[in-house]
């Protein structure tokens, strides 16, 4: 009955969580509010903030389990990958408890850990399932065939959904992090105001970038065009007009391809490994038409899908305590020496 004591420090946000015996018991997240005012992350500022949150939210996270320090069992801390100073805080933190404890240390994987955050319900997937894995650094198709046993069979060769959604919002002059705002436009506008091409990838890969720049030509050119112009065809103040006349349809329009960008690769991956246990992950599957689209394309593919809850999409330690728990189960433990890494498959 192994209670772990979890630390997320990989980008933004600080966060700890306990979990005893495969239950969370605590989940406590600080967001940094310091980087919203320049537009996405500053690493040497992420680091910072890390030093001054980690101690006041591990408390919090012990406080709310009703444990004690000395009831902890294993530190489990998220090792790769991230931004590599905010990174280095976890870990320090996480390994210095450990050796003053003299209890076992267990090295998480970030993206495996957005994966098994599926596993924290009562309601779980069974083996192998699909994950949709869509963060803001991230996009993957990974086959989970058990808690400890999954491979990526599907990725984006370029950006990341959710960067898809913050570049977006940013073009649109919506404050960082954008997903949520657009998110939220979304709902009161018109999904096929707008067209904007699906790329054509091969295999089960994706890619975001194209996209991206159709949307900014499309932007520069007040709607009248995708492609690029040497001479914008519409004067900043026209541009600004037509943004603030149809967000939501924007918004929409956006939304709508980036979603059928990821399920119709979710749809072909089912479709070739057989597979009709199909789960979603990382901080876009806060979005609430991917959520949607999934249910219904699931009723029609006769998929069981499973969504974990809102705090457990986003980054969080209770994905990582809950990957801990599998790994204090296999006796995976990590050496006192181990470094984290900034880029590191699993
Ligand atoms: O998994 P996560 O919290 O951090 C990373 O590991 O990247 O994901 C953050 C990403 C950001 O790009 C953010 O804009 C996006 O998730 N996001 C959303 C929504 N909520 C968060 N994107 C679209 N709709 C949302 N509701
Ligand atoms: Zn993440």
């Known amino acids: 009955m192994p209670a772990i004591l979890a630390i997320e420090s990989s980008c933004d946000e600080t966060a700890a969580a306990v979990c005893v015996d495969g239950m969370i018991k605590s989940n406590i997240i600080a967001t940094q509010q310091v980087h919203q005012k320049y537009g996405g992350v500053v690493p040497e500022l992420a680091s910072r903030a890390h030093l001054q949150h980690i101690v ?46 003299t209890i076992p240390l267990i090295a998480v994987h970030h993206m495996q850990a957005h994966v098994l955050a599926n596993l924290i319900p009562e309601h779980k997937p069974g083996f192998p399932f699909l994950c949709l894995t869509v963060s803001g650094g991230h996009t993957q198709i990974v086959r989970c065939d058990s808690p400890l046993d999954m491979k990526v069979i599907g990725q984006t060769i370029d950006d990341a959904a959710g960067e898809a959604f913050d570049k977006t919002a940013k073009m649109l002059g919506l404050p960082y992090p954008g997903g949520p705002l657009i998110d939220k436009y ?65 918004c929409a329009s956006v939304q709508e391809r980036i979603i059928s960008i990821l399920l119709n690769k979710l749809r072909k991956a089912s479709h070739e490994t057989g597979i009709r246990e199909i789960c979603l ?18 009723s029609a593919e006769g998929w069981n899908v499973y969504i974990p ?11 990582i305590a809950i990957t801990g728990h599998y790994k204090f189960l296999a006796s995976q433990f990590a050496p006192l020496d181990i470094s984290p890494s900034a880029r590191a498959s699993w």
């Open 56 to 101: 006041p939210v591990v408390d919090e996270a012990l406080n709310q389990s009703g444990l004690t320090i000395r009831d902890i069992n294993a530190i489990a801390f998220t090792q790769a990958p991230g931004l590599i100073g905010a990174l280095l805080v976890g870990a320090q933190f996480a390994k210095s408890l450990a050796m003053s404890l």
């Open 186 to 250: 979304a709902k009161e506008g018109n999904p096929h105001a707008y067209r904007f091409t699906e790329p054509q990838i091969p295999a089960l890969d994706f890619s975001f970038s194209g996209l991206k720049t159709s949307i900014l030509y499309f932007l520069q050119n007040a709607g009248k065009s995708n492609v690029y112009k040497e001479t914008f065809l519409v004067s900043p103040e026209e541009r600004q007009a037509f943004i603030s006349a149809n967000l939501n349809d924007i």
């Open 281 to 298: 992950a990382g901080g876009v599957s806060a979005n609430s038409g991917l959520r949607e689209a999934i249910k219904r394309i699931g």
């Open 309 to 319: 809850a809102f705090e457990y999409c986003t980054d969080n330690a209770a994905m």
